[in-house]
Nanobody, 124 residues
Framework: QVQLVESGGGLVQAGGSLRISCEASGRSFSTTTMGWFRQAPGKEREFVATISWSGSITYYADSVKGRFTISRDNAKNTVYLQMNRLKPEDTAEYYC?????????????????WGQGTQVTVSA
């Protein structure tokens, strides 16, 4: 069982940066693939980034590649999403999720546990 709590969302101007965090509880965090997803109003939830349990494998959606960085600190049971050069179209509710499958996991259906979300708003 893994419980996830996101934090760090907020309002930022276009071109700015923000780091959101996701703290997990549960003994299996260090062996769990983690992912970030987002959902904008009126749109479907979409994949943003994923990181393997060791941190050696990361993968990003094309829309955020080169601007966002996913990382994790297994000692702190926390996964991060550093977001740079933010754009208004990055505005969304951001969710972290945990998967029982290793490697590069981009399908939301393969994630078992989900956080409650944190809102990121980018003003023009």
């Amino acid at each position: 069982q893994v419980q996830l709590v996101e934090s760090g969302g907020g309002l930022v101007q276009a071109g700015g940066s923000l780091r959101i965090s996701c703290e997990a509880s549960g003994r299996s965090f260090s062996t769990t693939t983690m992912g970030w997803f987002r959902q904008a109003p009126g749109k479907e939830r979409e994949f943003v980034a994923t990181i393997s349990w060791s941190g050696s494998i990361t993968y990003y959606a094309d829309s955020v590649k080169g601007r966002f960085t996913i990382s994790r600190d297994n000692a702190k049971n926390t996964v991060y999403l550093q977001m740079n050069r933010l754009k208004p179209e990055d505005t969304a509710e951001y969710y972290c999720a945990a998967s029982g499958i290793g490697g590069k996991v981009v399908d939301s259906a393969l994630y078992i546990y989900w956080g409650q979300g944190t809102q990121v708003t980018v003003s023009a």
